[in-house]
């Protein structure tokens, strides 16, 4: 006689679903803070620190340099037109300054950094947990957190704001070349209203609000995606994905509510 099969109801998938992703929030919050207070109490790993500071800094400087003097060049040609319809080309500087300290500088650092650090933090770590060098370093006395993330999550955190200060610059620099060649605007013009048009909330919430949350997001993610493998090399190739996915898709959320809450408290 054949068996009675049970049916799963589609809200028990769905419930099973928002389990999985409610411990997993919880996990990776857990991460997160013993990887913060970690970072406060000895022993500290500061030859770790410090070269996780030169791999994701210096080893990201050239494509976010890249990237943010092309992004500056190209906010000008996309208002050039509107600039010289209304002769009011003198407020270029004042374009691009706001738009890149406001958002473009940090965001699409992060995005960069995100890309290429959080998928190298991830794959790194990943490779450590399916070779067992994790469990060989709880074994010998060494927590994992202390020795891995917190490096890494102090490392992102301070160089993120660097990071986000020369995209600002060469941004800057890419902006006034094209309008310079375009627009004909003077040099002293353009950089005293670009320097003009920044209030102190601008300053606050691009060059250092934004850089450190979404540096602490970054190291976080990817250090969670990477011990948190399962399933051999295939798995490893998940978290990275994973890591880069999640990380940018947090960076453009965190983006939303830390500018609105900025733009509130400045009133700008």
Same mark, same amino acid.
């Given at each position: 006689m054949p068996e009675n099969s049970e049916t799963t109801s589609v809200?028990?998938? /769905?419930?099973?679903?928002?389990?999985r992703r409610v411990f997993a929030l919880q996990d990776y919050t857990l991460l997160s803070v013993n990887a913060i207070k970690d970072i406060f109490t000895p022993p500290q790993?500061?030859?770790d620190t410090l070269e996780q500071m030169d791999l994701i800094g210096v080893g990201s400087l050239p494509?976010?340099?890249i990237a943010a003097f092309f992004i500056g060049g190209v906010l000008v040609i996309n208002t050039a037109s509107q600039f010289e319809r209304f002769g009011m080309t003198a407020l270029t500087g004042d374009a691009?300054?706001?738009?890149?300290v406001r958002e473009l500088g940090p965001s699409i650092t992060a995005l960069l950094v995100a890309g290429r650090n959080a998928s190298g933090i991830a794959s790194e770590l990943g490779s450590m947990v399916v070779t067992e060098q994790i469990d060989a370093m709880r074994a010998l006395g060494t927590d994992p /957190?202390?020795?891995l993330v917190a490096p890494r999550?102090?490392?992102t955190f301070f160089v993120?704001?660097?990071?986000?200060?020369?995209a600002d610059f060469v941004g800057l620099i890419g902006g006034f070349s094209v309008s310079y060649l375009t627009l004909?605007?003077?040099?002293v013009q353009f950089w005293t209203r670009a320097i003009d048009a920044l209030a102190l909330g601008d300053v606050v919430m691009g060059a250092i609000a934004k850089p450190l949350v979404f540096g602490l997001i970054i190291a976080t993610v990817g250090c969670y995606a990477g011990l948190r493998v399962r399933g051999g090399t295939q798995g490893v190739g998940r978290a990275t994905t994973n890591a880069v996915v999640i990380s940018q898709m947090a960076v453009i959320v965190s983006d939303l509510f830390i500018t609105r809450v900025f733009l509130t408290l400045f009133n700008l």
């Amino acid at each position: 006689m054949p068996e009675n099969s049970e049916t799963t109801s589609v809200p028990s998938v /769905i419930g099973d679903v928002l389990k999985r992703r409610v411990f997993a929030l919880q996990d990776y919050t857990l991460l997160s803070v013993n990887a913060i207070k970690d970072i406060f109490t000895p022993p500290q790993y500061w030859a770790d620190t410090l070269e996780q500071m030169d791999l994701i800094g210096v080893g990201s400087l050239p494509i976010v340099a890249i990237a943010a003097f092309f992004i500056g060049g190209v906010l000008v040609i996309n208002t050039a037109s509107q600039f010289e319809r209304f002769g009011m080309t003198a407020l270029t500087g004042d374009a691009v300054s706001l738009a890149l300290v406001r958002e473009l500088g940090p965001s699409i650092t992060a995005l960069l950094v995100a890309g290429r650090n959080a998928s190298g933090i991830a794959s790194e770590l990943g490779s450590m947990v399916v070779t067992e060098q994790i469990d060989a370093m709880r074994a010998l006395g060494t927590d994992p /957190i202390r020795k891995l993330v917190a490096p890494r999550v102090l490392a992102t955190f301070f160089v993120l704001p660097l990071l986000v200060a020369v995209a600002d610059f060469v941004g800057l620099i890419g902006g006034f070349s094209v309008s310079y060649l375009t627009l004909h605007v003077n040099g002293v013009q353009f950089w005293t209203r670009a320097i003009d048009a920044l209030a102190l909330g601008d300053v606050v919430m691009g060059a250092i609000a934004k850089p450190l949350v979404f540096g602490l997001i970054i190291a976080t993610v990817g250090c969670y995606a990477g011990l948190r493998v399962r399933g051999g090399t295939q798995g490893v190739g998940r978290a990275t994905t994973n890591a880069v996915v999640i990380s940018q898709m947090a960076v453009i959320v965190s983006d939303l509510f830390i500018t609105r809450v900025f733009l509130t408290l400045f009133n700008l």
